[in-house]
């Protein structure tokens, strides 16, 4: 009897993976409708008490508390917060037994997730429950492949990670209490000092851009989940606590985390899935020097590394700052632009990212608008010549991509030489020749030679450049030439 149970339960559940979608648009209207309700409701008495918004509840798909419709999350990027997981879906998947005790009795009020390991490193989860009081309880399963929900609801197949335990509502209140005391006591102490802090930091830093207030992340503090530094490999029915050891995964697997909210008519979390690595997490800012201020941009930086396609890590079109995640030697393509800016397109190796250590990674903006100018140095000449010698190639890949990522945009080449002013108006052919060299570079690499012009420097330019050379007022300027934007084509 028992074989034959399970052969109609299986078959129900393919059943029910057919027919599930004639029924999600019925289904959801009627949830949405419901929900929207209850989210009017609760806008009218903020704006009565002139508090501020609550945060935007994300509605957990239709069947998502089955196996079969898991939702795939994109690794270090919080989900949610959701709306309430409600009942056990149209199978009960997870049912403990005599011979696998550790599992949820049965599932109450739950969703499934799914996320794929892209690098090697260990499993971290972080979940954030709307309601403390909450009883959330969950499993991690590796997907074994074919049939792999099956094998979950025959139970033939093990949670790799368990975190069962009971609430202790008790020692929570408690700890909620005396924590809401500390806080309110650290801020009346913090107060009376915060702006002489804050002066002293200003005038540290000084001479660089002063940092933006950065928004702290959607991730809420976790209350339950899944840590590298946690010492429990697993909580069980009889035990209470928060938190389990991560678990090591491999690129290319999948696991799916079914979560499970034990209290009646409970609310949502937000859930985060990483992988740990020694990794290298600088802030990443834009910044426009000529305002003098941060400016956000639309941002996508896409992953070269482990096992599949392209991954994208970013894809932000109001990025304002924050730290981003990179894996050593993974490469990473960087794509970042704004209206009245150039765009900045970059291809590097993390692995030259930590090498240099720098905490913070700044781009500047460069505006696109007439009298933008760009000095050129690194540049070398053969001697009393236009001919281009060194490495070139690089110094001005740089600037090459700029224009071709806006071709609307013309500007001049006007080229320098260094000078004693003894044959003025030699040297004034001299940058000329120079200028027009460097133009014929850009038009042999895809540039349109009608969006170039090209000029020399002036008489008086080589006198004040003998003249402070001679001096011993700096020397000669490293600057070989300045790249300066005339306007926009009649086209644009």
């Given at each position: 009897?028992?074989?034959?149970?399970?052969?109609?339960?299986?078959?129900?559940?393919?059943?029910?993976?057919?027919?599930?979608?004639?029924?999600?648009?019925?289904?959801?209207?009627?949830?949405?409708?419901?929900?929207?309700?209850?989210?009017?409701?609760?806008?009218k008495k903020?704006?009565?008490?002139?508090?501020?918004?609550?945060?935007?509840?994300?509605?957990?798909?239709?069947?998502?508390?089955?196996?079969?419709?898991?939702?795939?999350?994109?690794?270090?990027?919080?989900?949610?917060?959701?709306?309430?997981?409600?009942?056990?879906?149209?199978?009960?998947?997870?049912?403990?037994?005599?011979?696998?005790?550790?599992?949820?009795?049965?599932?109450?009020n739950s969703?499934?997730?799914?996320?794929?390991?892209?690098?090697?490193?260990?499993?971290?989860?972080?979940?954030?429950?709307?309601?403390?009081?909450?009883?959330?309880?969950?499993?991690v399963?590796?997907?074994?492949?074919?049939?792999f929900?099956?094998?979950?609801?025959?139970?033939?197949?093990?949670?790799?990670?368990?975190?069962?335990?009971n609430?202790?509502?008790?020692a929570?209140?408690?700890?909620?209490?005396?924590?809401?005391?500390?806080?309110?006591?650290?801020?009346?102490?913090?107060?009376?000092?915060?702006?002489?802090?804050?002066?002293?930091?200003?005038?540290a830093?000084?001479?660089?851009p002063?940092?933006?207030?950065?928004?702290?992340s959607?991730?809420?503090?976790p209350?339950?989940?899944?840590?590298?530094?946690?010492?429990?490999?697993m909580?069980?029915?009889?035990?209470?606590?928060n938190?389990?050891?991560?678990?090591p995964?491999?690129?290319?697997?999948?696991?799916?985390?079914?979560?499970?909210?034990?209290?009646?008519?409970?609310?949502g979390?937000?859930?985060?899935?990483?992988?740990?690595?020694?990794?290298?997490?600088?802030?990443?800012?834009?910044?426009?020097k000529r305002a003098?201020?941060?400016?956000?941009?639309?941002?996508?930086?896409?992953?070269?590394g482990?096992?599949?396609?392209?991954?994208p890590?970013?894809?932000?079109?109001?990025?304002?700052?924050?730290?981003?995640?990179?894996?050593?030697?993974?490469?990473?393509?960087?794509?970042?632009?704004?209206?009245?800016y150039?765009?900045?397109?970059?291809?590097?190796?993390?692995?030259?990212?930590m090498?240099?250590?720098?905490?913070?990674?700044?781009?500047?903006m460069?505006?696109?608008?007439?009298?933008?100018?760009?000095?050129?140095?690194?540049?070398?000449?053969?001697?009393?010549?236009?001919?281009?010698?060194?490495n070139?190639?690089?110094?001005?890949?740089?600037?090459?991509?700029?224009?071709?990522n806006?071709?609307?945009?013309?500007?001049?080449?006007?080229?320098?030489?260094?000078?004693?002013?003894?044959?003025?108006?030699?040297?004034?052919?001299?940058?000329?020749?120079?200028?027009?060299a460097?133009?014929?570079?850009?038009?042999?690499?895809?540039?349109?030679?009608k969006?170039?012009?090209?000029?020399?420097?002036?008489?008086?330019?080589?006198?004040?450049?003998?003249?402070?050379?001679?001096?011993?007022?700096?020397?000669f300027?490293?600057?070989r030439?300045?790249?300066?934007i005339?306007g926009?084509?009649a086209?644009?």
């Amino acid at each position: 009897m028992k074989n034959i149970k399970q052969i109609f339960t299986a078959l129900l559940a393919l059943a029910i993976l057919m027919l599930g979608s004639s029924e999600a648009q019925a289904q959801n209207k009627k949830s949405t409708g419901k929900k929207t309700t209850t989210t009017t409701k609760t806008t009218k008495k903020k704006s009565k008490a002139a508090e501020p918004a609550a945060p935007s509840l994300v509605e957990l798909p239709y069947n998502s508390n089955d196996c079969l419709f898991a939702i795939p999350l994109t690794l270090d990027k919080p989900y949610g917060p959701t709306t309430a997981p409600d009942g056990a879906g149209r199978i009960q998947e997870i049912v403990a037994d005599k011979a696998h005790p550790n599992l949820f009795e049965r599932e109450h009020n739950s969703v499934w997730y799914k996320v794929t390991i892209p690098y090697n490193g260990q499993l971290e989860i972080r979940i954030a429950q709307n309601s403390q009081w909450d009883d959330y309880d969950f499993l991690v399963y590796r997907n074994t492949g074919a049939y792999f929900s099956n094998q979950v609801m025959l139970n033939k197949v093990n949670p790799v990670a368990v975190n069962l335990a009971n609430i202790d509502s008790a020692a929570m209140f408690k700890a909620v209490m005396g924590k809401n005391k500390q806080e309110k006591a650290s801020r009346n102490q913090e107060r009376p000092h915060s702006n002489t802090q804050q002066k002293g930091n200003k005038q540290a830093s000084s001479d660089l851009p002063e940092l933006p207030n950065i928004a702290p992340s959607a991730d809420a503090k976790p209350t339950i989940g899944m840590l590298i530094d946690a010492t429990d490999r697993m909580l069980t029915k009889k035990q209470t606590g928060n938190f389990i050891q991560s678990i090591p995964v491999r690129a290319g697997e999948e696991y799916y985390i079914v979560l499970d909210n034990n209290t009646p008519n409970g609310q949502g979390h937000t859930i985060t899935a990483t992988v740990h690595v020694d990794a290298y997490e600088p802030l990443l800012l834009f910044y426009d020097k000529r305002a003098r201020k941060y400016v956000d941009v639309n941002l996508m930086i896409l992953e070269r590394g482990g096992k599949g396609a392209e991954r994208p890590i970013v894809q932000d079109e109001h990025y304002r700052g924050g730290r981003i995640k990179f894996i050593p030697d993974f490469g990473y393509l960087l794509y970042a632009k704004k209206d009245g800016y150039f765009s900045i397109y970059k291809e590097f190796n993390s692995r030259e990212l930590m090498e240099k250590g720098d905490t913070v990674m700044l781009y500047n903006m460069e505006r696109t608008e007439r009298g933008s100018s760009f000095p050129v140095s690194g540049l070398y000449f053969e001697s009393g010549e236009a001919t281009m010698i060194g490495n070139y190639d690089s110094v001005l890949t740089e600037y090459l991509a700029m224009f071709r990522n806006h071709p609307e945009v013309t500007f001049l080449v006007k080229g320098y030489v260094q000078s004693y002013g003894v044959d003025a108006e030699a040297d004034m052919l001299l940058s000329l020749e120079r200028a027009k060299a460097i133009k014929q570079w850009f038009t042999k690499n895809g540039i349109d030679p009608k969006r170039i012009a090209t000029a020399g420097m002036t008489k008086n330019e080589i006198k004040r450049a003998a003249a402070a050379a001679l001096n011993d007022k700096g020397g000669f300027s490293s600057i070989r030439a300045e790249l300066i934007i005339t306007g926009k084509t009649a086209e644009q």
